[in-house]
């Protein structure tokens, strides 16, 4: 393919129709590599803009502030690997566990994004928000769309698995939807409980081990120890406040 017809497939990618219509007048022209240019540029930009709001994945601290020395345990260079995004290769899950507040969901945020930079399509969702939402569907139709609305992405992250105990029903639409993402896409999912304790997220569903079993399956664990960090700026908030008191009535 030489440069004219390599301009002109450009600009039919962009569907700028005018300008085909008229382009043996126009196809030597240097302003055209300029106008593809500009159009190419704002469509990649209006169209990342449009899948980030589409991700809902909120707003974030990015990981070169995070602070890698306030766990206990984390395992940077699993992490660091995570963000190359040869997980989404093969299909591979990835589960980060640990307690509340020792940054699980500012590290799935953040491979969230990169995918989504990386033209993948994202949706981050919290457990609550997804298995709520799929509940509240009254129709066998309503719900097999939404299903396929969870399991479409290349990359779906569920946050907050354990936070709260659900029903036997919500235990078997979040089995339908990780079987039907199953070995096609990746799942991330984020969890404060050891999946031994996972029968007390789902107490009585028969599915929870079958639910594991598909979700583990070629996955990649990080488990993270420490204290909240929540509590801790709660804790640097308080002291702050005390001295700045302190210092007004000296």
């Known amino acids: 393919m030489n440069e004219s017809d390599t301009r002109r497939a450009r600009a039919g990618a ?10 043996n007048e126009v196809a030597s ?3 055209v590599d300029t106008l593809l240019g500009w159009e190419e540029r704002e469509r990649g930009r209006r169209g990342l803009e449009r899948r980030l709001r589409a991700a809902h994945i909120g707003r974030f ?19 660091d690997a995570l963000m190359t995004l040869e997980f989404l290769e093969d299909a591979t899950n990835v589960v980060l566990v640990g307690p509340n ?3 699980k969901s500012t590290i799935a945020q953040n491979i969230a994004h990169r995918t989504l930079i990386e033209g993948h399509a994202v949706l981050f969702t919290s457990a609550g928000q997804l298995l709520g939402d799929l509940c509240a569907l009254d129709s066998d139709s309503a719900l097999r769309r939404r299903l396929r609305h969870y ?18 029903r919500h235990a078997d639409l979040l089995f339908e939807l990780i079987s039907r993402r199953y070995q096609n896409k990746s799942t991330l999912v984020t969890t404060n409980r050891p999946f031994a304790e996972w029968r007390e997220v789902f107490p009585n569903a028969a599915c929870v081990v079958s639910l594991v079993d598909r979700l583990l ?4 664990i ?14 640097d ?14």
């Open 29 to 31: 022209e240097a302003w």
């Open 101 to 103: 507040g020792v940054g």
């Open 14 to 23: 962009l569907n700028l129709h005018g300008l085909l219509a008229h382009w």
């Open 61 to 79: 601290k990015p990981l070169c502030d995070f602070d890698w020395n306030w766990p206990k345990r984390c395992d940077r260079a699993a992490i």
């Open 217 to 220: 399956h070629h996955a990649e």
């Open 151 to 168: 399991a479409r992405p290349q990359l779906l992250v569920i946050d907050e698995v354990g936070y709260l105990s659900y029903s036997n």
């Open 237 to 250: 908030r308080a002291e702050q406040r005390t001295r700045q008191r302190r210092e007004v009535k000296s």
């Open 222 to 235: 990080v488990s993270i120890e420490g204290d909240s960090w929540r509590l801790k700026e709660a804790r």
